[in-house]
C-alpha cells in the first residue's frame, strides 16, 4: 500500500501523521512524502524525510510556472494559489505511481488517524473510496483523502485532480476528477462519511463521533477558538472535520488563512497533547513554537 501526502511548510506534521498511520494502519505502507516546499522550507522537509527514512518526491520548480507540464489541458498555466499548487504538485507524485497495482491513499497534510482502520475492509467490495464535492451539477473527489485500489481499477493513470471550469462551472481542487467518475460510471464507489467545518460539537456528539479522545480534543479546539475569537459568529463549531469517524482533518494546518502567531501556537499544543496521547508518543515539542513562527512567516 502506497501513501501519498503532499507537505509544504509543516514539518511537524509529516511527523504526527506518519506515527498515526503506523500505529492504528492496519496494512503495511510506503509512505511518500510529496515535498512541495520553497526555499528553506524545501531544505527542512528533505531532512525530516531523511531523519524519519522516509520517501521525499520533490516537485519540481518549473511544474509550478507551467503546469501544462502535468495538466496539457488545463485553463492556469501557473500555479498562483493554494489550489493550483496543491493539485499540480499532487498530480506529480500520483502520475509517477498510478501504475502499481495496490493501493493507494491520498491524505492532506493536516489529516491524521486517529483509531484502527483498514482500507482493504473499508472499501470491502468498493475499488475507489472519496469525499464526495459538488458544485452544481459537477460532482467530484476532494483529494485530501482518497482511497484507490488501483488493481481493479480501470486506467487508473487517467485520473486528473486538476481544479478549474469544468463544463462552465468553476471547482474547487480535485474537480477535473469529475471526467474520469463520469467515464467509467460503473466503478465500484463508496463515498467516504465526512463531517463538513459547519458541524458544531453537540452534532459531532450526537451522530459522528464514538472516539472520547477525539471529542475531548474537539472540545479543547472550540475553547481555542473562542479565546482568540475565532469566526465568533459559531462559537461551537471545532471547524475540523472527521472523517469515516476515525481520520481528523485539522483544517487551515499550513495557515493559508493567514491567523496569528498565537492563535497558533495554542492550537499546536493541544494537537500535540492529543496526538502523542493517542500514538503513546512521549510529548514531543521539537522546539514547536520556532516551527509555528517559522511558518507563518513564509
Not at 110 to 120: G, V
Request: proline share 4%.
Amino acid at each position: 500500500m502506497i501513501i501519498l501526502t503532499p507537505h509544504c511548510n509543516r514539518i511537524d506534521y509529516i511527523y504526527f501523521q506518519l506515527q498515526s498511520l503506523k500505529k492504528f494502519l492496519k496494512e503495511p505502507f510506503d509512505y511518500i512524502c510529496i515535498n512541495d516546499g520553497k526555499g528553506q522550507n524545501r531544505i527542512d522537509i528533505e531532512n525530516a524525510c531523511k531523519h524519519l527514512n522516509i520517501t521525499c518526491a520533490n516537485v519540481p520548480d518549473e511544474i509550478r510556472q507551467n503546469r501544462r507540464l502535468v495538466f496539457p489541458n488545463t485553463q492556469q498555466l501557473k500555479a498562483r494559489n493554494p489550489s493550483t499548487r496543491h493539485t499540480v504538485a499532487l498530480q506529480y507524485a500520483y502520475n509517477k505511481i498510478a501504475h502499481i497495482k495496490d493501493y493507494v491513499m491520498i491524505l492532506d497534510s493536516d489529516l491524521f488517524l486517529t483509531a484502527s482502520f483498514s482500507i482493504e475492509e473499508y472499501l470491502k467490495d468498493h475499488d475507489l473510496g472519496y469525499v464526495e464535492q459538488t458544485r452544481k451539477n459537477i460532482k467530484y473527489m476532494w483529494p485530501g483523502l482518497v482511497m484507490l485500489n488501483n488493481k481493479n481499477l480501470p486506467n487508473p493513470h487517467e485520473i486528473c485532480f486538476d481544479c478549474g471550469k469544468v463544463n462552465g462551472i468553476n471547482t474547487d481542487t480535485g474537480g477535473w476528477s469529475h471526467f474520469y467518475l463520469q467515464k467509467y460510471p460503473d466503478i465500484k464507489k463508496r463515498n467516504i462519511e465526512w463531517t463538513g467545518p459547519g458541524n458544531s460539537i453537540n452534532y459531532l456528539i450526537e451522530n459522528k463521533i464514538p472516539n472520547n479522545d477525539l471529542l475531548e480534543y474537539l472540545k479543547e479546539k472550540v475553547k481555542i477558538n473562542n479565546k482568540h475569537n475565532y469566526r465568533k459568529d459559531d462559537p461551537d463549531n471545532p471547524h475540523s472535520e472527521i472523517g469515516a469517524t476515525v481520520f481528523l482533518h485539522f483544517r487551515i494546518g499550513s495557515n493559508w488563512e493567514g491567523n496569528s502567531l498565537n492563535f497558533h501556537k495554542d492550537h499546536q499544543v493541544s494537537l500535540y497533547q492529543y496526538l502523542s496521547k493517542i500514538c503513546d508518543l512521549s510529548m514531543i515539542t521539537f522546539d514547536q513554537i520556532r516551527l509555528t513562527q517559522k511558518f507563518l512567516r513564509t
